[in-house]
């Protein structure tokens, strides 16, 4: 659009009877695409010199004080200017030649906007800015008091005779007269300047260049900064024809004087308080996004520790100093350290205050469980394994902190909990990390923070305190290491398979005692007919439809073992996986005097038994301490807790014995001592034989207290 148009258009506006939307409108035709540049920031920095010095002259003038004159920040490049100057003195004289009122006012700003159309909006600002200060720093030359300009040599008293001269030439000893309107001037001045200063944090924050999908509020200053730019400008043409006016007309004359609007300082009040507000909305927004990308990488990155991790989650900024402020042990209410997890393997329950009863009852077995023997599996100490619950809601009102505190209170957990969690921040990681879909997990944690498990809630729930450690590789072990004894058994009974894919508890067993086989089968038989309606159990007896099958699946295991003995290079310890060891334990097990049972729920074998034991846990059911029909504990649960209280209370265990006769089961063999001989000596049997650390003498026994 040429000057013309915007003249013929504009002239006869009042932005003040204008909105933001029309002024916006107006605004965007003078605007092209940003192809020149300038250095903004040079251009800002000497711009803003001068009109910060010539403020504090003037607010000397008006409180009859002394000129501050080291308000100038040396140091500043004048370079960057020069490129720029002729445009600089172009728009300071379309300024100071604009008529009274803010109907010319508006037609000067739109001149000038068309001329600055390729610029960028900061830039628009930035250089009507350094136009402005060309004359607002005229006010440096405000002759100076007799007390202030006494004589400090010939050249000072000839740049002071010259600062005279000019002060005379623009008219500025009037202004001492008129210390009123200096005030509102200065006041209008300082307010374009606080605009300037948000148009500069506008500018910083966008070049960051967050997406608006990331940053929504960007979306917002993008609509106003061109309307911001339009009063900024405006506000500087004002000032200038303010300053023309004091300087050029006679201060009696007050009738011939332009008094702006009142209603125009409280429409840049409202406009800049918008701006600013919206620019702390986007400071917030942005330094979430920079606070979560951090903890994201310390979630992600090396050389961490869970503690770290942990914080990263749960411990928003104000609470980082101490984490007690949100962590408490659930057993007693008291704040705890987050620190006390260091070098732990953390179990973190994740979950809102709704149907969880199953899980804080699972969780609660894990607990009590951890604290029993063995106190070490392959590797692990079970003491260093902590659970800690983050339950998430969507807002924590009264009513939801009653039902928490309730809950704790009920059900006595002991493992530490997290209270009034609502840090954003935290949440969105949880559901990203851990894919939290507001249905409970319970992911596992390293001591380095790292994820080993992402829900080991199937694990704990099909394998219980066996799936110790916990970690994802155990659930495929657990039950994977069966397959080779279901390979075998489904062999002799097929329908085995219907069992083991309704999931129901089977007792498979066998022995060399006819009686305890009898007595075992009547027991068992009459535990089916007292709980089947809830608990489905299916029993097979090892050889009952054809007694041939008892030494042919003998000798398919031993096969079995000494396969896996020569593929894995003589079967030395390092290589022994869980499957070699629980078919060595059946071995063993086959052996007792009356007989062998295993209990398992679908193909998951929860427990190798002792005959004898066995058949007083069946037996004495109406004794077992925890019942079924409340739904405490599962049924293989229960049975394992009073199959290892009969064991207990017989007494120490004796010692085992196991005779192997297949030289395959042999770890090493043994040179001749014959020194003319050499050769291997023949294998004709070994035994076997442990008494549990029994025989050594002074080894006090193992407590189970904590």
């Known amino acids: 659009m040429s000057n013309y148009q915007i003249a013929s258009s504009n002239v006869l506006q009042s932005p003040l009877e204008l909105d933001d939307d029309q002024i916006l409108e107006n605004v965007y035709k003078t605007h092209f695409h940003c192809v020149e540049k300038c250095d903004v920031q040079c251009l800002h920095s000497v711009a803003s010199n001068v009109i910060h010095h010539s403020i504090a002259i003037t607010d000397c003038l008006i409180n009859k004080g002394s000129q501050q004159s080291d308000q100038f920040h040396e140091g500043s490049s004048f370079g960057c200017v020069q490129q720029l100057t002729a445009k600089l003195k172009r728009i300071a004289c379309q300024m100071l030649c604009t008529g009274r009122g803010d109907k010319y006012a508006h037609h000067t700003t739109m001149l000038i906007l068309e001329q600055l159309k390729a610029y960028s909006w900061d830039a628009k600002a930035l250089i009507v800015q350094a136009a402005f200060a060309l004359e607002f720093g005229k006010l440096s030359h405000i002759p100076q008091s007799q007390s202030q300009s006494q004589s400090q040599g010939e050249v000072v008293d000839q740049l002071l005779e010259v600062e005279k001269s000019l002060?005379?030439?623009?008219?500025?000893?009037s202004l001492r007269q008129k210390s009123e309107e200096l005030v509102?001037?200065?006041?209008l001045v300082k307010k374009v300047m606080q605009m300037i200063g948000c148009i500069r944090e506008w500018k910083e924050l966008i070049s960051k260049e967050y997406?608006?999908?990331?940053?929504?509020?960007?979306?917002?200053?993008?609509?106003?900064?061109?309307?911001?730019?339009?009063w900024t400008i405006f506000t500087f043409?004002?000032?200038?024809?303010q300053i023309n006016y004091f300087t050029t007309t006679h201060h009696t004359n007050r009738d011939n004087r332009y008094e702006l609007p009142k209603h125009f300082d409280h429409r840049l009040d409202g406009i800049l308080k918008s701006f600013q507000g919206n620019l702390e909305d986007c400071k917030k927004q942005i330094e979430a996004i920079e606070d979560y990308t951090k903890r994201k990488n310390i979630i992600y990155g090396g050389n961490k520790d869970i503690v770290r991790v942990l914080r990263a989650l749960i411990i928003s900024t104000h609470q980082y100093s101490d984490s007690r402020q949100i962590v408490y042990c659930g057993l007693n209410g008291q704040p705890v350290k987050i620190e006390d997890l260091k070098k732990k393997h953390v179990l973190l329950f994740i979950s809102g205050?709704?149907?969880?009863?199953?899980?804080?009852?699972?969780?609660?077995?894990?607990?009590?469980?951890?604290k029993e023997e063995p106190r070490e599996v392959e590797g692990y100490k079970k003491e260093d394994f902590k659970i800690l619950w983050i339950p998430i809601v969507d807002e924590w009102n009264e009513r939801n902190k009653k039902d928490l505190e309730k809950m704790l209170e009920d059900t006595k957990i002991g493992w530490y909990v997290v209270k009034d969690f609502n840090f954003k921040t935290g949440i969105r990681l949880i559901r990203e990390v851990f894919k939290?879909?507001?249905?409970?997990?319970?992911?596992?944690?390293?001591?380095q923070g790292q994820v080993e498990n992402d829900d080991t809630k199937l694990l704990l729930s099909v394998w219980g305190i066996d799936g110790f450690p916990f970690k994802a590789s155990d659930y495929t072990r657990l039950t994977q290491q069966w397959n080779w004894f279901w390979n075998e058994i489904t062999k002799l009974n097929p329908r085995m398979k219907d069992f083991i894919e309704d999931d129901y508890y089977i007792f498979i067993f066998g022995g060399t005692s006819s009686k305890w086989i009898e007595e075992f089968e009547t027991a068992l038989n009459t535990l089916k007919r007292q709980i089947e309606t809830t608990v489905p159990i299916e029993l097979y007896r090892l050889g009952r439809d054809d007694s041939r099958a008892v030494p042919r699946f003998w000798?398919?295991?031993?096969?079995?073992?000494?396969?896996?003995?020569?593929?894995?290079?003589?079967?030395?310890?390092?290589?022994?996986?869980f499957s070699t060891r629980e078919m060595k334990r059946l071995l063993f097990l086959k052996q007792d005097p009356k007989g062998w049972v295993i209990l398992s729920k679908g193909s998951n074998v929860k427990l190798l038994g002792q005959g004898e034991v066995m058949y007083r846990t069946v037996k004495e059911f109406e004794k077992w301490p925890r019942k079924l029909d409340d739904q405490e504990v599962s049924f293989d649960v229960a049975f394992?807790?009073?199959?290892?209280?009969?064991k207990l209370k017989d007494g120490p265990p004796k010692c085992e014995h196991s005779e192997i006769t297949y030289p395959s089961d042999i770890l090493a063999r043994i040179p001749c001592p014959n020194v003319d001989c050499g050769r291997s000596m023949e294998v004709t049997s070994v035994n076997y034989k442990c008494c549990h650390g029994l025989e050594q003498p002074n080894v006090p026994p193992r407590s189970n207290l904590c």
């Open 640 to 646: 394992k807790e009073y199959y290892e209280r009969i």
């Open 211 to 230: 997406e608006i999908k990331e940053v929504p509020i960007l979306s917002q200053t993008l609509h106003q900064i061109p309307v911001i730019v339009y």
């Open 555 to 577: 000798i398919a295991i031993d096969s079995l073992l000494a396969n896996r003995k020569h593929t894995k290079g003589g079967g030395g310890e390092g290589v022994m996986d």
């Open 167 to 173: 002060a005379e030439l623009n008219g500025l000893p």
């Open 184 to 187: 509102i001037l200065n006041g």
């Open 353 to 370: 205050l709704e149907n969880i009863q199953d899980e804080i009852k699972l969780l609660k077995g894990i607990y009590e469980k951890l």
């Open 436 to 447: 939290y879909k507001d249905k409970s997990i319970i992911p596992l944690l390293s001591p």
């Open 237 to 241: 043409v004002t000032c200038t024809a």
